[in-house]
């Protein structure tokens, strides 16, 4: 009661900001360790690499989403050195233009923690066929490109970044709306931290799930549709592979929200 309006303004955005908004960072981290035991057990333990030598604690799939966002994304996130952003552009700006893009839907990972890398793994998806001619046709001259393009080839990581595409679009995403929304209180999150039904249901009914027909929130959901929605939603060859990858990614995000939600769901401290 001694902070000035401005203080606990700022205080109220603060607490809004962290306690909502990080949980999508933990939904990240959780994702990346299933992900990474998932492709351990498709290739043996022996996750393709075009560089061996190259240590990274990123999965194959989360590398790629990384690695495209700084090989061809604009801004300060970019490679400048060892990318093609410039070039990328040109190439792809008919493509955008005919689907009523104004910009690469590519966004940086400095400075964006919570939602990128669903975020960009929709954007990657969307564009992965795209990405895969052009560097063809471009060349791989350094280890960056290299690297790319022979991940944008294997099918696996092509499937896990659908999936987590998947869960941008029908999960992360939609939370965000939610958590951004200033006429929603933290008494109003009680009802919407139910996503943990969604999740739980979802994974009884995965390839209802992928087709779009299961909602987070009911008929408020908030769907970002467009191409890339269509992109997802479209049946692909590979999507036994995806269909693994979200049986093990929403149960193990359904087991997190629990666990972070606990006191907003039912018995819990915050409820009622």
């Known amino acids: 009661n001694t902070f000035s309006d401005e203080e606990k303004k700022s205080l109220e955005s603060l ?3 962290f306690c909502g908004l990080h949980a999508l960072v933990n939904f990240a981290e959780t994702s ?3 992900i990474k035991e998932i492709e351990s057990g498709l290739f043996n333990g ?5 560089d061996p030598s190259y240590k990274d604690s990123d999965p194959g799939t989360c590398r790629l989403i990384r690695t495209a966002s700084k090989a ?4 300060s996130g970019g490679d400048e050195k060892s990318g093609c952003q410039g070039s990328f552009k040109t190439y792809i700006n008919t493509f955008l233009r005919q689907y009523k893009f104004k910009s690469l839907p590519l966004r940086s990972y400095r400075g ?3 939602n990128i890398l669903f975020q960009n793994a ?3 998806f969307f564009l992965h066929s795209q990405m895969t001619e052009f560097l063809e046709s471009y060349g791989t001259e350094n280890r960056l490109l290299k690297s790319i393009l022979s991940d944008l080839k294997t099918i696996e990581f092509i499937a896990g970044v659908k999936a987590l595409g998947l869960i941008y679009l029908l999960i992360t995403c939609p939370l965000w709306t939610v958590l951004d929304n200033p006429n929603i209180t933290i008494t109003d999150m009680n009802d919407k931290y139910l996503l943990v039904t969604f ?7 995965v390839q209802n799930f992928m087709t779009g027909q299961l909602f987070t929130f009911g008929e408020d959901t908030y769907i970002e549709k467009g191409p890339t929605f269509d992109a997802l939603m479209r049946q692909d060859k590979f999507d036994n592979i ?9 149960s193990s995000l359904c087991s997190l929200s629990k666990k972070l939600f606990v006191d907003h769901l039912p018995g819990g401290s915050l409820v009622n």
């Open 15 to 17: 607490c809004n900001f």
């Open 32 to 34: 990346k360790t299933c």
């Open 46 to 50: 022996n996750i393709p690499s075009s």
């Open 72 to 75: 061809f994304g604009e801004g």
């Open 112 to 114: 964006a923690r919570f």
């Open 122 to 124: 929709a954007a990657v």
């Open 199 to 205: 999740l739980d249901d979802s994974l009884k009914n």
């Open 242 to 250: 995806v269909e693994m990858f979200l049986q093990i990614l929403l």
